[in-house]
């Protein structure tokens, strides 16, 4: 299976256009004004001295935040390298990449925090991001070596994956082994593919391999962040089966590992990603495809744990399942488990971490804002509005460079088929049968279920269209949630999903959840806010047999859902016999994406019903 990448598709309008324009035109600038405000692009001419302002300071993982700013960047000039804004971002890249060549130590090496503050203590310690920021940087410049052409930024990037392959796999001189935080394995799968250089899948393999299966690293197990299973080493990657531990470090070892049971074919491998991913999608993850449901350690916990107002389910880790789910698509793109997760994701989990406007950005995303006075003084609740820079501002960038990317979940090919694994507005160039074929489509999802497929090509071909799992409609001929139809040059095919309010439940031993439901349209899950509905969320039931009435609001460019509800009559009262009195009441839902974007309010996903 072949993944189409993001380039080679066209986003004609719709959610996900509109989405691509925002974060051009505003989320893009917005992430490195916050990043040039507090220091993290001065960074890179590695001049802080003791005395200076210490909120200037080199953080040790400012490094990747402006990596994946730069990689967003290249991805926005390969999408559309003729756009105005495009002069300007490259002199903005061509700055850092002046300061990277101009302060890196003579053997390669560059990381602004450890060549300003602390020289001598290079790969000496686990935990202080050195790889992580190294992988982020090595993307970054096979990005903008793609977008331009230019290659200055990735020979820089190659010398310095080549120290870190004779510091780490040759001489074995670091003081660990294997990262602490993961990246650099993608990243590394990443480079030898666009190079064509086998040594740097070699160093993947090697960080692989070594994961949770050697001594050296034992001795940073020195708190409980660092305890092998907080960081996924507790175990040989193909002796996994579990997700543990930090949610975001975790699927990008994920993800680097189907990456690897891809090109390799490992079936030690490709096993532990199938039952890391089953873990994760069917025992861990929201219904709103976030994970990582505690705050101590970001974390997974144990099967069916997934608290709602305490949800930590940070934005990075709903990206990190993303690429997770892509990879996976790629090895096995033809079960649909992989895009309906993809889907999830899209437009929930991971559009939740932006605000409507494009400036402000969540950390957390919890699928509850109780009153304020259920948040005990002490207790971590999960920030009620969005912020636009964090001291920790790893998930702006990654939304910034998540966004550009997005057609390129949309697509994948076999020999003889295209598969439509997303839906969007969009036209794709693919390869089928050793010919050039196009596939257009229509649509106007997730507002809408309609989606009309065009196919051009010289050779008869075959169309596979993902059938959602949310889908209650029947669709005969389906396998593993595909539909399959032949076509040939000037081929049309017309399907509508049925696009409608449903109310559904979580499995029963999500306990959080038990008597309760959740309310979506088509692939959205939606929420109810109290500057809606009024305070007191929780005395709020919803008539499954009511009436589900929607509305579009052209002001925010989403479907708005009513339903018949019941709310209890308050009593002045802390305890007294349980009154049958409710008053019937229409309550408003929006998508969950869109939540805290009108003030603090309350806000529940999971609800009571009748």
Not at 11 to 28: H, I, K, M, S, W
Not at 129 to 148: M, N, P, R
Not at 239 to 246: F, I, K, N, S
Not at 263 to 288: H, I, S, W
Request: hydrophobic content about 35%; proline content about 4%.
């Amino acid at each position: 299976m072949k993944n189409i990448t993001f380039d080679n598709v066209t986003l004609n309008g719709g959610f996900f256009a509109d989405l691509q324009r925002l974060g051009r035109e505003v989320t893009l600038g917005a992430v490195y004004d916050r990043f040039k405000e507090t220091g993290r692009f001065d960074a890179f001419t590695c001049s802080w001295r003791e005395g200076d302002p210490e909120n200037m300071k080199p953080h040790v993982f400012w490094d990747s935040d402006v990596a994946k700013w730069i990689e967003a960047a290249a991805y926005y000039i390969k999408l559309a390298p003729d756009a105005e804004d495009v002069p300007s971002l490259i002199e903005k890249i061509e700055e850092v990449i002046d300061n990277i060549e101009k302060n890196r130590m003579a053997d390669g090496y560059f990381n602004c925090y450890y060549i300003t503050c602390e020289p001598n203590a290079r790969f000496t310690e686990r935990g202080n991001h050195e790889l992580y920021c190294a992988g982020h940087l090595i993307e970054a410049a096979i990005a903008y070596s793609a977008a331009t052409g230019r290659d200055r930024f990735l020979n820089l990037m190659k010398d310095y994956a080549d120290l870190i392959d004779r510091i780490f796999r040759v001489e074995d001189s670091a003081k660990f082994t294997t990262p602490g935080h993961e990246e650099i394995e993608i990243a590394l799968i990443k480079l030898s593919r666009y190079t064509g250089e086998k040594k740097y899948f070699e160093l993947a393999e090697f960080f692989l391999d070594k994961r949770g299966a050697n001594e050296k690293d034992a001795e940073f197990c020195r708190d409980w962040w660092s305890k092998p299973a907080q960081l996924q080493n507790h175990l040989p990657v193909r002796e996994q089966r579990e997700a543990v531990g930090h949610a975001v470090r975790a699927c990008y070892l994920y993800t680097a590992m189907a990456e690897y049971a891809y090109e390799t074919g490992d079936p030690g491998m490709a096993e532990a990603v199938k039952a890391l991913f089953d873990n994760v999608t069917n025992k861990r993850m929201y219904v709103t495809g976030g994970i990582g449901s505690n705050s101590n350690g970001e974390a997974f916990t144990t099967d069916y744990d997934l608290p709602n107002a305490r949800a930590y389910t940070e934005t990075c880790a709903a990206i990190a399942l993303a690429f997770f789910a892509s990879a996976m698509q790629r090895s096995y793109g033809n079960d649909s488990a992989y895009a309906d997760v993809l889907e999830r994701i899209l437009f929930n989990g991971a559009r939740s971490g932006m605000s409507l406007d494009g400036e402000a950005f969540f950390y957390e995303n919890p699928l509850e804002i109780p009153p304020k006075w259920a948040k005990p003084e002490g207790s971590h609740f999960p920030k009620s509005q969005r912020s636009k820079v964090f001291g920790c501002s790893c998930c702006p960038p990654n939304v910034a460079r998540f966004i550009p990317q997005i057609g390129g979940y949309a697509y994948t090919t076999d020999q003889m088929t295209v598969y439509i694994n997303q839906f969007m507005s969009s036209t794709v160039h693919v390869r089928i049968l050793n010919s050039d074929a196009v596939v257009e489509q229509e649509t106007n999802y997730p507002w809408d279920g309609k989606v009309k497929l065009t196919y051009h090509g010289e050779r008869d071909a075959r169309l596979a269209v993902r059938i959602p799992s949310w889908c209650d409609k029947y669709f005969a001929g389906t396998v593993k949630g595909y539909a399959y139809f032949p076509v040939s040059d000037g081929s049309t095919i017309e399907i509508d999903f049925g696009v409608k309010p449903m109310l559904i439940g979580a499995n029963a031993k999500v306990n959080e959840d038990l008597c309760k439901a959740a309310l979506t349209f088509g692939p959205v899950v939606y929420c109810m806010e109290a500057v809606d509905n009024g305070e007191s969320l929780g005395g709020i039931r919803i008539d499954p047999k009511g009436k589900f009435e929607t509305a579009f609001d052209e002001e925010n460019g989403y479907v708005t859902v009513t339903a018949d509800g019941y709310r209890r009559k308050t009593s002045t009262a802390l305890y007294a016999p349980l009154s049958a009195e409710e008053e019937k009441i229409k309550v408003k839902f929006i998508p969950y994406y869109a939540f805290a974007n009108r003030g603090e309010s309350e806000m529940q996903v999971w609800m009571n019903i009748k």
